[in-house]
């Protein structure tokens, strides 16, 4: 078991980071949705260990990818711009966030609890706005500024001098080296979850998602095995979220919105729920998509749809344009709904089936081949 | 023999139904007790009312586990009166219908030995010897070993109560409460079950309170027979003086199993 694991995540590894080679033959090879790829993927490897292994659902994890983000950015305005105290600084609040909330959601299960996180999700949101726009910036948003102390060093820009940007001891984390950053992140956090699902620990979580008065029965408090597992799922939000702004040093609120909370669930139940890979593939799917989706634009679909009769092309541009640029979260919608109808277990139980029908046309085969061999 | 659980007074309303009124009743150490009486006669309740599913209106319940005196059990969670050493097999069975057999096992066998929470986040189930073994023993003793990786939802429902009741004695109890453990048994299996919880009380002092409608179960293996009727104990006895009772025929009206 535990050899199939490590063959798993080497697996992984290897096909995550030689991304950067051959994701320009399905035309995603820019460093900036490579990036997102990865950061999308641990938001979502991480959700899984709450939604996932426990049944769960949260709808306010983008407020631990927030406060991920700011303090990242505080981390690069009074520390350093080296992105591994901040990292680690938003992976640490966010899972103090985290245990808060936590604490007082889990009082409740089922629809409630999801209730209560969106509730809290809104309030971070609402007050990063508010009471909080010395933390925040309010709507502008946090930046780098020519005066922050940077006591660890990069202080001191000169008037009209660039900002500094963040680096890792000194190497830039511009472009593709931001990825590989985020990547190896991507690929412990991946390695940890699969840990996880294996353990004892991992077994209690699935437990109490199958049936808590068992385990209650069991001599087994649910609470605190609930908790961990929000904790650390919020910490893996934290941690995208904070691998966001070293990757483009800003954070604004509307990365806490529900919006966000919605978008992780979709990406874990499009890939499927429970499963390891799964949601990192929901992520990469809807990051992909929606790279392409939210480029075309009226004149793109004009082009493209040129070869239709004039009065046809009139009517069914505008009607197709509903779906892309802006309005492509309709297409994700439908997919969505698809996935949920026909495929309700996501993209792994697509590849099971797809493996078990190959699999058995090869046993047909191989039967066949066999009594025809005997005749 | 002293009691390993006293029972007094409790009543319990559902809405103006009395499911319980005024039940007294005492359990032995090292007895199999058993509690007979029709369909909605309060059984179940008077178990959930031991276990902290239900809060009785009035009376006491005292438990004397490991501790020679006695402690009240109400207002415990569940898991904590676990933790006493009392287990319990549901009427429905309650298992861990998405894991395997094998993981089912593994959960009390973790949970006796790690306690109500632990934070085992590193090592992988299957590397835990000891208690795997303790697992796969339990699951030997039950006769469901072969289905190991069998996914419990899947089982019939006799499987199921056994396994269920795999995961009760893998903890280890001082007291068991069976709620009907051989319904929706085959004769074959019932006979099973009788056969292992009689080995159980050969090897290990655990007291037992079952409930049964089976009366072959009840005669093979109690030791004490209480009879509950419409929420009130209407006979107590040797299972011998009970058979014969005229309270219980009419309870039964009719007396179709006696
Ligand atoms: N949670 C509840 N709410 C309302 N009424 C209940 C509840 N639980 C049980 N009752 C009622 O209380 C009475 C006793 O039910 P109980 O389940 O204890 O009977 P029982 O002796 O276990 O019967 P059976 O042999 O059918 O299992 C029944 O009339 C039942 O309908
Ligand atoms: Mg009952």
């Keep these: ?375 | 023999m002293s009691a390993i659980l006293t029972v007094e007074g409790v009543n319990k309303n559902f809405s103006g139904l009395k499911a319980l009124d005024d039940v007294n009743l005492s359990v032995e150490k090292g007895s199999v007790h058993a509690i007979i009486g029709p369909n909605g006669a309060g059984k179940s309740t008077f178990l959930n009312c031991l276990v902290g599913r239900l809060i009785p209106d009035t009376g006491t319940v005292l438990y004397y586990g490991k501790k020679p005196e006695g402690e009240t059990l109400f207002g415990l969670p569940p898991h904590a009166i676990n933790q006493k050493g009392i287990s319990r097999v549901f009427q429905t069975p309650e298992v861990f219908e998405d894991l395997s057999i094998f993981e089912n096992a593994m959960i009390p066998v973790m949970a006796h030995h790690d306690g109500s929470y632990k934070f085992n986040s590193w090592g992988g189930v299957v590397s835990r010897g000891e208690i795997v073994d303790n697992a796969e023993q339990i699951l030997e003793d039950v006769g469901l070993i072969e289905k190991r990786n069998v996914h419990s939802g899947s089982l019939s429902r006799g499987d199921k109560r056994r396994l269920e009741l795999a995961m009760c004695l893998a903890q280890d109890p001082e007291l068991l409460l069976l709620d009907e453990p051989t319904a929706g048994m085959a004769r074959a299996d019932t006979n099973n079950t009788i056969d292992l919880l009689k080995k159980i009380g050969e090897e290990r002092n655990i007291t037992k309170v079952i409930i049964e409608h089976d009366m072959h179960v009840v005669f093979s293996l109690a030791t004490r027979v209480s009879v509950l009727a419409r929420g009130h104990v209407i006979a107590e006895g040797a299972p011998e003086e009970m058979k014969g009772d005229p309270r219980v025929q009419e309870a039964y009206l009719g007396g179709a199993h006696l």
């Design chain 1, 1 to 375: 078991m535990q050899m199939k694991d490590n063959i798993l995540v080497a697996i992984f590894a290897a096909v995550i980071l030689t991304m950067p080679i051959w994701a320009g033959a399905v035309g995603a090879g820019y460093p900036d949705l490579l990036q997102k790829f990865a950061i999308f993927g641990l938001f979502a490897i991480g959700f899984n260990i709450l939604f996932g292994f426990t049944g769960y659902l949260s709808f306010g994890h983008a407020a631990f990818l927030g406060v991920g983000s700011y303090t990242a950015m505080w981390s690069f305005k009074l520390l350093s711009m080296n992105a591994l105290p901040a990292v680690i600084l938003a992976t640490l609040l966010s899972g103090i966030f985290a245990a808060a909330i936590g604490f007082v959601a889990l009082r409740r299960s089922g629809i409630y609890f999801s209730i209560l996180t969106l509730a809290f999700a809104q309030m971070c949101y609402n007050l990063a706005y508010s009471v909080l726009t010395p933390v925040t910036m309010g709507e502008t948003g946090l930046t780098l500024a020519a005066d922050d102390p940077r006591i660890f060093g990069g202080a001191g820009v000169e008037a009209g001098g660039a900002l500094p940007s963040p680096d890792f001891f000194g190497l830039s984390l511009s472009g593709y080296n931001g990825f590989y950053f985020a990547a190896i992140i991507l690929v412990i956090g991946f390695y940890i979850s699969v840990r996880l699902y294996r353990s004892s620990f991992g077994l209690m979580l699935l437990a109490v998602k199958s049936n808590q008065n068992r385990m209650n029965y069991t001599g087994l408090n649910t609470k605190p095995y609930l908790l961990s597992a929000f904790v650390i799922s919020g910490m893996y939000a934290g941690l995208a979220g904070a691998l966001m702004v070293v990757i483009d040093p800003l954070a604004g609120a509307e990365r806490m919105q529900w919006t966000a909370s919605g978008e992780v669930v979709l990406m874990t139940i499009l890939g499927g729920v429970g499963t390891l890979l799964g949601p990192f593939i929901g992520a990469v799917t809807i990051k992909y998509f929606e790279n392409i989706f939210s480029a075309f634009n009226d004149a793109v679909l004009n082009q493209i749809f040129d070869f239709l009769p004039d009065f046809i092309q009139v009517i069914w541009v505008p009607f197709a344009s509903l779906f892309v640029g802006k309005g492509w979260h309709l297409t994700l919608g439908v997919l969505f709904m698809l996935v949920v109808i026909f495929l309700p277990g996501g993209a792994m139980e697509g590849f099971r089936l797809l493996k078990e029908k190959l699999f058995k046309k090869n046993e047909d085969a191989a039967e066949t081949a066999k009594a025809g061999g005997t005749e």
